[in-house]
């Protein structure tokens, strides 16, 4: 499971995008809001995932914004949320 940052501000955000495109420099930045339904499931109580909540979703591109066949396969992706302060466990804030 890759690390969960809370309080994440404006500068921790530009760091991450400069580490990619650094890492990618043939690459572009997307900010895409997520379209359709969010689902959202409590933590599992066993398995590999114990523990943790779960959210899925999904992010529609435009067709025309994507050259060449199998494109979207060559990607990474980070999910930036917005959570109320008063629902995050005090020792994360």
């Given at each position: 499971?890759?690390?969960v940052i809370f309080g994440a501000n404006k500068e921790?955000?530009?760091?991450?995008?400069?580490?990619?495109?650094?890492?990618?420099?043939?690459?572009?930045?997307?900010?895409?809001?997520?379209?359709?339904?969010?689902?959202?499931?409590?933590p599992s109580k066993k398995g590999k995932n114990k523990?943790?909540?779960?959210v899925k979703l999904e992010v529609w591109i435009p067709?025309?914004?994507?050259?060449?066949?199998?494109?979207?396969?060559?990607?990474?992706?980070?999910?930036?949320?917005?959570?109320?302060?008063?629902?995050?466990?005090?020792?994360?804030?």
């Amino acid at each position: 499971m890759s690390k969960v940052i809370f309080g994440a501000n404006k500068e921790m955000v530009g760091m991450y995008v400069d580490q990619v495109l650094e890492k990618y420099d043939d690459s572009l930045m997307v900010l895409a809001p997520p379209s359709g339904t969010i689902s959202t499931y409590a933590p599992s109580k066993k398995g590999k995932n114990k523990g943790y909540y779960r959210v899925k979703l999904e992010v529609w591109i435009p067709e025309e914004s994507i050259k060449g066949e199998d494109a979207l396969n060559d990607f990474g992706a980070a999910i930036l949320m917005r959570l109320p302060k008063n629902r995050i466990a005090d020792h994360l804030k």
